[in-house]
């Protein structure tokens, strides 16, 4: 029977695992290593999006690491992903070759690869998210050959010489003015997608006298910074950027305020690359090339863009909010849950305790009634063996002497009866009855038989005979009866009686 300490313990095991079940299972949760070549502002508007997007997806977690423009210290960050046994990658790569030996790396523990803006010189079996750079030169020079009216000088300012992006665009921007023999190229500045290393670079030409019509700089930044140089010089020079972020002093605000002639929208992606990302983790197909759309801003659609951007910023701080109430409802629920559960807990512990204790108290009753029924037992017991004690023993009057004389000395013979002891009185068997009777209330066989037994339990507790030995020894020619007959008589078993036969027990 399971007691109340294994019931108690039964109990709280099944609960906890009840409240453990109910704290809810979780669904596989994914770590996703995020390598960044840079930690500009365009790369953290893609982190931005990455992450609120993840916290929608729900199963994602986000770790950035940025190599601040070193494809060595990439190369690190992508090896300590692969240690970290992270499930999938993400990396915008510094250079074309620079980091092409740790994706391999990655792709060799099998995680799955998704390059995002910058492309590297093989193809790993990864997936690419990003802008087609080579279609945004190609806007780029038709744009800057429609501006010069096919006549005229450019220089072209171009990011990181080795990364893809500063190629392509360089390839597209080239080939829309192979178009128009008219406009020639003055110098190409290898900027190093720096507004700074630009503006230098370019000041030094202008100081020899350079004064070209237009520049295409690969960034919004590098444009911006080439455009207070030649400010600086007086000269009357249209800048195209690429990036066309949002905010103040971005490139959007730049063409607006008049400091660029134009940029490119290079969509930063983020919610798409987690999408994707995600669907890979769940083990769909996707498509090996995302490119995402582009468009050429100047002073015609640039009120358009920055309204929607604005709008968008503010949708965005609003889902910001939201998802902030969310986690604080979430939390707060997840703790009642908890209270609920531990309230459940008491509750159920309190009801097994009382039912314990009800069966306990119970129990006591019953056994304190028992108790009780039995002493009342006794009671009468002693009652009765006192009575006859008297009435047989202590009658001294001449008949009673002479037959405890008679009883004494027939009881240990079975075939000794009240014929016997009748004519051992000399008296006639009626006349025996009458008498007895009329002295101690009982038949002369009563008479016989609780002599016998009394001379029973004198020898059971004073000598080391057994039951049967003494049934035999008083008379009785079964033990079996004796025992019967010593029940009825002294209400207890004879067996608990006899020394010899308490003894054997213990030894047994
Ligand atoms: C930021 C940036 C952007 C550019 C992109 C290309 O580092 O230079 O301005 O469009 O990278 O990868």
New binding site residues.
Partial sequence: MLRFPSILYYCVCALALCLLSACGSEPERHKVGVSQ??G?K??EKMNTEMQREAAFVGTIDLHIRRAGGNSRQQCLDIDSFISEGVDLLIV?PNEMHGVTAAIERARQANIPVIIV??KIDRDLGYVFIGMDNYKAGLMAGEYAAAELKGKGTVVEIT?LSN?S?AINRHRGFAEALANHPDITCSAIIDGA?NGEVAARRLDSLMAQGLRPDLVFA????MAGDAAEVAGKYGAKTFFIG??ALPGKGFGVDKVKNGRLKATII?PTGGDRIIRVADSLLSGLNVSKNTLLESTLIDQDNVQLVEDQQLQMAQEESKIVQLGERINAFDKRYSHQRIYLYVCILAFVLLGVMFIFFLRAYRAGLRNNARLVLQARRLEQQRNQLALLTKDTDNTDDAFSVHLREVVDEGLSDPDFGVEEMAAKMNMARSQLFRKIKAAYGYTPAEFLRAARLKRGAEMLSHSKMTVAEVAFAVGFSSPAYFSKCYRAYFGQNPRSVSKEENKAEGEE
Avoid at 218 to 221: A, Y
């Fill in positions: 070549c840079l500009d365009w790369h915008s803006d910058r990011g990364s992006p997608w690969h960034n919004d930044r690429v990036d290079n």
